[in-house]
């Protein structure tokens, strides 16, 4: 495991310039609550970087040097340069962690490694949320309890279009009827993903300690594994002997290196 | 289920008419053996379309009337048409079955729906492959033995760059010393997903029984399921009465529909 | 598929006989409810039996002649012979399938079959219960809306302590603030098994349509898959040549057939 | 994460006191060298108990003291007593990680907590197997390179008859023509499970650095991870306000504690 976990907090950043109230409650940007919780915490540091930096501030060297990514964004994620999504991909498959925030569902990073819509229902309207741990096992929720219960949030319900999720962690209750499945893990080459729901911009959830406990335990699980001679790929020597192999049988041309 | 069973064979059919040994094998393509091998089946009806006619042979009229669409690509996938994968992607979204067949591992309709490179090791070499029942109870292994035996194959060998399959039904093994999940179950919407592993070019793979066997067995799998009002996403009223609900809460805007 | 498909209803038949305002609701026991719903639907045809039946109605005979058996008990399943149990866990791994249904959670064979306790919360409070399709590709969901809506309901909530599902098609949202993996799949040996949560005895439950078409699908989905040479284990002759293999190696002794 | 890390290394410790030559390649019992290899890693704390001591050396204060319990069986399943067999299962269900060895696919407890026979085909002809890593982000992985060579093995071969790993991390490749699926990650209750194939008694396999750096990693993945109020079950009043709620619906009697 690397030590410090290096983790880069990527954040929209608009709505808290935009809009007064959101500002207030992010002065920082939401980028800057997450990074200063994830900051706090031992054997982690966490840097940010944001839409309107050159790259989206996630140049090569940036990226090389990031073990885990977190991702927010929502009303400007068709901004996002479609080259700096396929680097951000690369990597994932390389090994580095992704952990899409809240919005994030709709983000082409997180659409292009679940292969699906990602739409949902949505609603805002101050209602409660309760997360209750359905894997209680799994390391994102050490520490967290029989749920944890949000007073005020945006409800997403289901349906959620996403893959079948390959660890479900947390499933949503919400006061208007609906459910979610708000904790969702993925492996994607060597990379692993997880979506974690809560964090509306017009609410303060990334201050909560509970919320900044998830976060913190999804850091340290999505970090990459050391392996020698990953990602071996393409035209492959036989291991065992195979000397009946007629020598005459030649590879078809024209499909290139996978 | 819908009776009979809608199929569009997909193929590329491109080796079949530039290598005159392959088209030897295949005559009619590779879609017409497996069209042949479905359509002598109780209750399916196949038609075929190839790269080469417009749209690719898969307008918007003949992906409404597929039920289930098979994919054979190997060295013209990027003369794919994107729009073409989109509008199939939207089809697989909305319920259609798609079973990516050999090489198509590699086509952009099925790297889109796995969200991962699929790359793997590969070799020509005449090998035997031994494809394994590991899911014994699953409809796509009804009517197969213990393993399926190939004298003469392509070599895929792992790491196979994929999901985790959901369902994993078939383990390859190879006379050079590899393994491979060759036969492999994902939903994404509403859609069903398989990929199966043999049908190198250069073998008549296409008219062995068992592989029609198993191509029927998963396109009965594959099929649609018809739910009323399927697919509601976005913006969604309560369910329960949320009369605490503060009306001045707006929505925030600019993010469009999802 | 076998056509039609024979299923066998078990139920423990004591509440309906017992206590009068269930007996009214149920006159011809839980298990003639349920079996009335899929005698009524075409290639099913379903016979019932109850505890109190010699061997409990579940000789090897009627076992041999079931391809899919639905389970309710609750307050006596410590009555449920263990010898019984192992027969109906051996047919499963034949392939039968299994139907669990509300308080069967915590019966001899789920629990079995699951290899955890099976606990979880509840709540007897007549709130509504609201499933939402959450795999809405599945077989089992066909014809089902967007959730299925219970005015009253005995509540289940999580953590329900049962391994992840291999497809997990129904979430419930309850009125009292939790939720519960309410449809679950599973496959343990060659045969399928659902897990459905609605049917408390003092509901009328198995009359509803919708639960009635959940249970029906079901039943489809569980049927066993016929394959030849099924459950081949033990001592296995090398398919390849061995020839370097050293007569000498003898199988160490001790330890029986696998 | 509990530092350091105590694993209770369990062995039947048969073979090596009966067979001379078993002896020779574990003069301090299979356990003797697993308890090594793990007692040489950082935060790793092992100790033994085998089956001939009172107990089978599994009192409850040393499951009590047992973060990870490893488990090798082979000729003497039949003599462990099945009143331990439920210790470690209740364990296993709090949280204790279970890593089950080579032939301890036929145990007790590791058939308890799959519920399935466990059964698989095998042959001893000092075969080559090849584990191939499919999982490659996996911890378990950590270190390991496109697969680990063992020049002689036991064969174990498909089908197993396991439920489908929650993840898959090996599948191995044999000389005589069979696949296995050689490292299974599970979950039951709060505990981890993983199975990892190699291990028969007549090779000096857990000497191997690869598996015993797979021993190690799996160990790590296992730990138990602490949270607050684990294991709620039962009876459990409404959170949100169910005021309408009529308190003459009492709960049925009958069934005791969940």
């Known amino acids: ?46 840097r940010t970087a944001t839409l309107d930096e050159p790259e989206h501030g996630l140049t090569e060297a940036v990226l090389a040097e990031t073990d885990v990514l977190t991702w927010w964004g929502h009303m400007a994620h068709r901004e996002v340069d479609d080259a700096i999504v396929e680097r951000v991909h690369e990597r994932v498959l390389e090994g580095m962690g992704l952990i899409a ?85 993925y492996q994607r080459g060597e990379g692993k993903i997880f979506y974690f729901r809560p964090g509306h911009e017009t609410y303060a959830t990334y201050y909560n300690e509970e919320i900044r406990r998830v976060l913190t335990n999804a850091v340290r699980w999505a970090v990459p594994v050391a392996r020698p001679a990953p990602r071996v790929f393409g035209n492959y020597d036989p291991i065992e002997d195979l000397s009946w192999y007629d020598k005459r049988n030649k590879p078809t041309e024209g499909f290139g290196t996978r």
């Not at 007064?20 to 982690?44: D, R, V």
């Not at 229902?121 to 209680?136: G, Q």
């Not at 949000?150 to 893959?163: K, N, R, S």
């Open 101 to 185: 925030l809240h919005s994030a569902h709709y983000s082409k990073i997180f659409r292009k490694v679940t292969g699906t819509s990602c739409s949902l229902k949505w609603r805002e309207a101050d209602e409660k949320e309760r997360l209750w741990v359905v894997s209680p096992g799994h390391p994102i929720a050490e520490g967290i309890g029989e749920y944890i219960e949000l007073e005020a949030e945006e409800m997403y319900g289901e349906h959620f279009d996403i893959p079948a999720p390959e660890t479900l962690v947390f499933v949503s209750w919400f006061q208007g009827g609906e459910v979610f499945r708000s904790g969702c893990c």
């Open 1 to 46: 495991m690397p030590i410090p976990i290096r983790v880069t907090v990527w954040n929209e950043y608009r709505h808290e310039q935009r809009d007064e109230e959101i500002g207030k409650i992010y002065p920082q940007g939401i980028h800057g609550a997450i990074a200063e919780g994830l900051n706090a915490q031992e054997g982690i540091t966490a």
